[in-house]
């Protein structure tokens, strides 16, 4: 018993080293860290016999291994580190020369600051080292003006670099967090396995329909689909492994992601009609959900491999044979019984899986250094082909807009650091650096983030005042004491805070610093006051500059940004189907529509970070960006397979397509009314093919079919997928205030990858 008994605490313990931190990946950082600052700022203070020089490389190592995420492959993470220190040495180059004049300090901090935080949209890595650097012109900004020691600094900045970069190599190396294609790769193949499945159930139509065994198999397999893809959503992944870099490999690799996501939806959606009963078809399209199925399963292949995928030649060719024939597709249909509708809907959503499996294999070709299999049908991949350096302006220049929450989020922060860098001159602050620290780290994309921030941090630090009191007046001065104390606090600090929270972290670097600048001059206990201070003050300052900067952050950003997407939708819905009538439009809705998207994809990640603020629980935020997805997808799928309609030689279609398209365009509305103004949502009522394949019949009835008719059912088709899906994208903005708590917990919390 008294084993057991014993046992329970240790169990206990590590549940709950499992949750706060898993695979104990802070604790792994935190003796990293530990060691490579130690080892650097004694070397530096005690063999160099060199203050400033300790200094840097101790701030060097802290900044890089504490303040930065440093991620990826052990081979990036090292460049990411070279790259850091070039960085950081023009930083700390920059920083000595302008810390003669508080005006040249400021002008500086706002421009290093705002650049820093704005290079963010490069990605992951950026984000990641963002805090770092930003210390790296921090550091050396302020008095006493010393550029004859910029070679001591620059010297202590290499010394700690190269040490915690040596120490992530060597000691207790962080995991590999893999690659998006590691992710990609299995959800293309679940995917493909469910096509499969799903073409021996639609391919056997001579059979009255599934056996019960086939049924099930296929269950299992559509689950086990759902499950790889919603595990390679980017939302659910660390920030350095989504694709969000402007290059060709990023941008390529989101694409394929997306049509993964939309052949799945596809192949989810024709299993609900072939529910209602066998459908009958005809050799060719059997022929091209094989070729889906055949290609999906070559390009997760090459995906896992990292190869360029043969191209969908195939398949193409499957797509041309299929759309040769479609025709008798439908006439065999009117002859056999009553279910052309349902063959109708089966016949567009193989034609959609189709398109999506054929993108999905050119996004392949193109990450991995490929070339489009066919230019002219691939219009969306716009990046393919352009040199590198212009998709990087082409992101910057995107999100130099005052809705970019790149952008307000850089703007925040060179305004919090030159207002810091300010006033330290003024209020005659020393150890200003702790002001323009506090107010870096504290600072939060929201207010309300921010706010709930600040009590840990200012308890935090006044406890590690206390305890540095307390060392300082135990200690005397010794240096023995602090030399021996610097390791056990740095370590103690960046483990403990990982697990218990930023109060701890507080205190425990209150202390580090005590520990350091004791060993540097001689210090009394009215250095931790001054500690205590500076960050009261920097807190407070980032507080009052995120009340002033768009103080509701993404989570009040987003719903403005929904609702802007939705209204651009159904402008781009009516135009793309009047288009497809035969009535000469523009491209500008279709810009346009993409670049909200765009705007809403950026805020929604952002808001998943933000733990305060509106409550991303009332909207089903994946299912209204599939909506989005889907719409654009599908309208440019129509115009490059139709490329300059005539118009429609019947006004009874032309009259269908527009009431088809009036309705959703009106139906993405309401839902941008409820999402964004919290008005109610009226969904559009159940609209199914039945219209279509009544005019069908009587068009093959006459006996006069015109080539167009599949023009009009591949856009009626398209049109009763996007009613159904923002049908579904604002179901939950009807739901009772208790169903939604109660879709909430049964979802996990409603928030969807």
């Keep these: 018993m008294k084993i057991a008994s014993s046992g ?10 499992a949750e706060r931190d898993p695979g104990l990946a802070g604790l792994r950082r935190a003796v990293r860290v530990t060691l490579a600052a130690t080892a650097a700022f004694y070397t530096a203070r005690y063999a160099f016999g060199d203050p400033t020089m300790a200094t840097y490389a101790a701030f060097g190592a802290i900044a ?8 990826g492959a052990p081979a990036a993470r090292t460049r990411t580190y070279f790259a850091a220190f070039l960085t950081g040495l023009v930083l700390v180059t920059l920083g000595t020369y302008l810390a ?21 949209v490069g990605g992951g890595r950026f984000s990641g ?24 600094r620059l010297a202590g900045l290499a010394l700690g670099i190269g040490l915690i970069a040596l120490a992530d190599r060597l000691l207790l190396p962080a995991a590999d967090p893999g690659r998006y294609e590691d992710v990609l790769a299995p959800a293309a193949a679940a995917v493909a396995d469910y096509l499969e499945g799903l073409g021996h159930v639609v391919g056997h139509g001579d059979r009255d329909g599934a056996t019960p065994g086939e049924d099930d198999a296929l269950a299992r397999q559509a689950a086990a689909a759902e499950a790889a893809v919603s595990a390679a959503r980017p939302s659910q992944l660390p920030a350095v492994v989504r694709p969000g870099s402007p290059t060709h490999h990023d941008l390529a690799l989101a694409h394929v992601g997306e049509a993964v996501r939309e052949t799945l939806a596809c192949g989810l959606r024709m299993r609900q009609v072939t529910l209602k009963g066998p459908i009958r078809v005809i050799e060719p399209l059997r022929q091209l959900l094989d070729a889906c199925t055949t290609t999906l399963r070559t390009t997760a292949s090459a995906l896992a491999r990292g190869e360029v995928p043969p191209s969908p030649a195939s398949l193409l060719e499957a797509d041309a044979t299929w759309v040769a024939s479609r025709m008798r597709h439908f006439e065999e249909g009117h002859a056999r019984g009553p279910r052309i509708e349902e063959r109708i809907a089966v016949a567009g959503l193989v034609s959609e899986m189709a398109a999506a499996a054929a993108i999905a294999t050119d996004g392949v070709r193109v990450a991995f250094g490929g070339t489009l299999s066919s230019p002219s049908e691939r219009e969306g991949m716009w990046y393919a082909g352009r040199p590198t350096w212009k998709l990087w302006v082409h992101r910057f220049r995107v ?9 307000r989020n850089a703007v925040r922060v060179g305004m919090a650091l030159a207002a810091a860098r300010l006033i330290v001159p003024v ?34 630090t006044l406890v590690g005042a206390v305890a540095g009191a307390g060392l300082l007046l135990l200690g005397g001065d010794s240096p023995v004491v602090y030399q021996v104390a610097l390791p056990i606090v740095l370590l103690l600090a960046l483990g403990l805070g990982t697990l218990l929270g930023p109060a701890v972290a507080q205190a425990g670097f209150t202390l580090v610093v005590t520990c350091i600048f004791v060993q540097l001059a001689p210090a009394t206990w009215e250095l931790t006051e001054t500690r205590l201070i500076d960050v009261v003050i920097g807190g407070a300052l980032g507080a009052g500059i995120g009340l002033l900067a768009w103080p509701r952050g993404a989570g009040g950003q987003l719903h403005r940004e929904a609702a802007r997407c939705l209204r651009s939708c159904a402008v781009y819905v009516r135009a793309a189907a009047a288009g497809l009538t ?98 109610g949502f009226t969904p559009m009522s ?18 006069h079919p015109d080539p167009a008719v599949l023009r009009v059912l591949d856009t009626a088709t398209w049109l009763v997928g996007l009613a159904d899906d923002v049908n579904r994208a604002g179901a939950r903005m009807i739901l009772t205030s208790s169903d939604a708590v109660a879709e909430a917990v049964t979802t996990g919390g409603g928030r969807p990858g």
């Design 8 to 17: 329970v605490p240790i169990s206990r313990l590590r549940r709950a080293l």
């Design 64 to 71: 890089m291994g504490a303040l930065s995420q440093v991620e």
């Design 100 to 120: 003669r004049s508080t005006a040249a300090a400021t002008a500086g901090m706002l421009v290093v600051g705002f650049a820093i935080a704005f290079a963010a």
């Design 129 to 152: 080292v963002g805090n770092g650097l930003q210390l790296f012109y921090i550091l050396p900004s302020f008095p006493p003006y010393a550029p004859h020691t910029l070679d001591s």
């Design 399 to 407: 999100n130099l807009d005052l809705r970019s929450v790149a952008l």
């Design 427 to 460: 209020f005659d602050l020393s150890h200003g650096f702790w002001v323009l620290l506090a107010t870096l780290t504290l600072m939060r994309t929201s207010a309300a983030d921010t706010r709930s921030a600040l009590p840990a941090a200012f308890a935090g």
């Design 582 to 679: 035969g009535v000469p439009t523009s491209d500008a809705a279709r810009k346009r529509a993409r670049l909200e998207l765009s705007y809403l994809e950026s805020v929604r990640l952002q808001a998943l970070h933000e733990r305060q603020g509106p409550s991303l629980t009332d909207v089903d935020w994946q299912v209204v960006l599939v909506a989005a997805h889907r719409l654009l997808r599908g309208g440019e799928a129509l115009a490059r397979r139709y490329p300059a309609p005539a118009p429609l030689p019947w006004s009874e279609a032309t009259a269908l397509v527009q009431a088809r398209s009036g309705g959703v365009a009106n139906t993405y509305d309401s839902l941008a009314a409820a999402i964004g103004d919290g008005a």
């Design 686 to 703: 159940s609209v199914t093919l039945e219209g279509e394949a009544i005019w069908l019949r009587w068009m093959l009835a006459a006996g």
